[in-house]
């Protein structure tokens, strides 16, 4: 139930209700229908009933009834006339099963003989010292025949119009939500990033309303706070390249003036070494925020990705030479792809820098680019290194995020994600495999 959609809930709540009203309205229009019926046949009864007694006299110290032109019975009556020892006096259609019916004085009441359905009164009738018990009938086949039309329309009628009733709650139920799905439209633009989207307006002042307006005000605040966030990066990364350049001269130089052994050496060489790391964030931070910008342009061109692979590996051999780590090439993708070849270049190296980075001394990276076949373009860099563990996989590609901090302090924390932001740019996938301990693999899928 959790997963109907909300207008399918509210049309099957709203017809469950309406078969409900229904139900019920047709269930007291059938009794009251009836109820109404029978009172007509027991006045009728009650009527017939008064004329037979009238027109019962005694004669001859006998009850006999007189059947003149006054005594007026309805069609289908039926009536019994017997002394109290059961003798029969006078009688007028009356069946076996009916006059087998024991004898109860009073209001009417209904029986069933044989297969039929009756409404009887009985009565005593006293005169000169003598009684009679008086018994009228009559068939209830009129109303049965009345309350089974009702019960068929009920049958046939109910469900038309909960068919009816439930198509249209589901029209105004769709025309309701309709600016719900335009809420959800604009939050999913949003969530991919683009945060001038806005819901538009609703001349409506109810809830819906009243939340499209919130929700635009809320993402006016959030794309603001994003702009300056944006621009102090990259205010910020600007400013920090020009001194950390200076520290970095004015180390590099002090380390050519000092001796090379010693406690000044170690301090010059941890200085070197923090600068740098200092300009890689500065540069990628630089990449990123003009990435993020909306005016950002890619040099688009056919792109060989086979000779950018074999490339990046010759250049990145040394560093993995340096820690004994194999790397090894191999190319069947026989196209090109349509993107923009330094930011493909600096995918790929970013993608072998963390292999090497995070593999295994005397390990090996293997790096491949080959077709699909449904005529993508998937790169594998696959490594035997130290892994990710699960809980960190989902985080990867986020910024600064790196999975044990304490481990490398050379890493910057940006580099798979500016890999994603690559990827994206170029209209591609990117997915990370990896078991903690077991090395990690990156698949990359571009258009050819």
Not at 348 to 367: P, S
Request: aromatic share 6%.
């Amino acid at each position: 139930m959790s997963r109907i959609p909300l207008r399918y809930k509210m049309t099957l709540l709203y017809s469950a209700l309406s078969a409900l009203a229904l139900t019920a309205l047709l269930f007291s229009l059938y009794l009251v229908v009836r109820r109404s019926l029978v009172q007509h046949m027991e006045d009728l009864l009650s009527l017939s009933y008064t004329q037979l007694a009238a027109h019962t006299e005694v004669k001859d110290r006998r009850f006999i009834v007189e059947e003149d032109d006054e005594l007026v019975l309805p069609p289908g009556m039926a009536y019994r006339v017997t002394d109290p020892q059961g003798l029969l006096l006078a009688e007028f259609q009356m069946s076996i099963p009916l006059a087998n019916e024991p004898f109860q004085a009073g209001e009417a009441r209904e029986v069933i003989a044989g297969t039929e359905r009756w409404l009887v009164q009985d009565g005593l009738r006293t005169q000169d010292g003598l009684s009679a018990h008086i018994r009228v009938c009559l068939p209830l086949e009129s109303i049965q025949w009345t309350l089974l039309t009702i019960r068929l329309a009920g049958l046939i009628a109910g469900p038309l119009v909960l068919l009816i009733s439930a198509f249209g709650g589901l029209l105004v139920t769709r025309r309701s939500l309709r600016p719900i799905d335009r809420i959800i439209a604009a939050t999913k633009a949003v969530a991919k990033g683009d945060l001038s989207k806005r819901i538009a307006p609703s001349a409506s002042k109810d809830e819906v309303g009243a939340l499209t307006r919130m929700i635009n005000e809320m993402l006016d605040r959030v794309q603001e706070s994003f702009q300056r966030e944006k621009r102090f990066t990259a205010d910020a990364s600007h400013e920090l390249r020009t001194p950390v350049s200076v520290i970095l001269a004015y180390a590099e130089s002090l380390a050519q003036e000092i001796p090379r052994e010693g406690d000044a050496m170690k301090s010059v060489q941890a200085i070197l070494l923090e600068s740098a790391r200092m300009q890689r964030i500065i540069a990628q931070l630089l990449t990123i925020t003009r990435g993020e910008g909306t005016n950002y342009s890619m040099e688009l061109a056919a792109a060989d990705i086979c000779e950018i692979a074999r490339s990046v590996s010759e250049q990145m051999e040394p560093a993995a030479r340096e820690r004994g780590i194999a790397l090894s090439v191999e190319t069947a993708f026989g196209g090109t792809v349509t993107g923009d070849q330094s930011l493909l270049t600096q995918m790929m190296i970013n993608l072998v820098d963390n292999a090497i980075r995070y593999g295994k001394d005397g390990g090996r990276i293997d790096i491949s680019v080959a077709g699909t076949k449904d005529g993508l373009c998937r790169i594998v860099v696959a490594d035997n290194g130290i892994g990710i563990a699960a809980r960190h996989l989902p985080h990867i590609f986020e910024r600064f995020y790196r999975a044990d901090p304490a481990r490398d302090r050379a890493g910057t924390g940006l580099g798979l994600s500016i890999v994603s932001w690559i990827v994206h740019m170029h209209g591609g996938t990117i997915e990370a495999r990896s078991e903690e301990g077991a090395g990690c693999v990156f698949v990359i899928t571009l258009r050819a």
